[in-house]
Nanobody
């Protein structure tokens, strides 16, 4: 089993920055593929970005490319989502997810483990 706990959400003005953290426990962190999804009210859960065990294997959705960055600190068993140039349309609950299988995926159902989510609100 893997437990994921997100933190760092909040209210920020458009154009601002925010960093989310996701602390993982319960399984070898290096063997997990990590991702961030988000869900706005009335919308389906949307893929944001994902990362394998190394920084040279990442995948970003077009909507956040150039503005968001994912990174991981294996010593702390933590993955980060650095968000900059935030827009009101980035407002959502952000979820951290993990999967054991090799490869990255944009499909929520292919991730076995999920955090509880953290709210990000971007005001205009």
């Amino acid at each position: 089993q893997v437990q994921l706990v997100e933190s760092g959400g909040g209210l920020v003005q458009a154009g601002g920055s925010l960093r989310l953290s996701c602390a993982a426990s319960g399984r070898a962190f290096s063997n997990l593929r990590m991702a961030w999804f988000r869900q706005a009210p009335g919308n389906e859960r949307e893929f944001v970005l994902a990362m394998a065990s190394s920084a040279d294997n990442t995948f970003y959705s077009d909507s956040v490319k150039g503005r968001f960055t994912i990174s991981r600190d294996s010593a702390k068993n933590t993955v980060y989502l650095q968000m900059s140039s935030l827009k009101p349309e980035d407002t959502a609950v952000y979820f951290c997810a993990a999967r054991k299988k090799v490869g990255l995926s944009t499909i929520p159902g292919q991730y076995e483990y999920w955090g509880q989510g953290t709210q990000v609100t971007v005001s205009s």
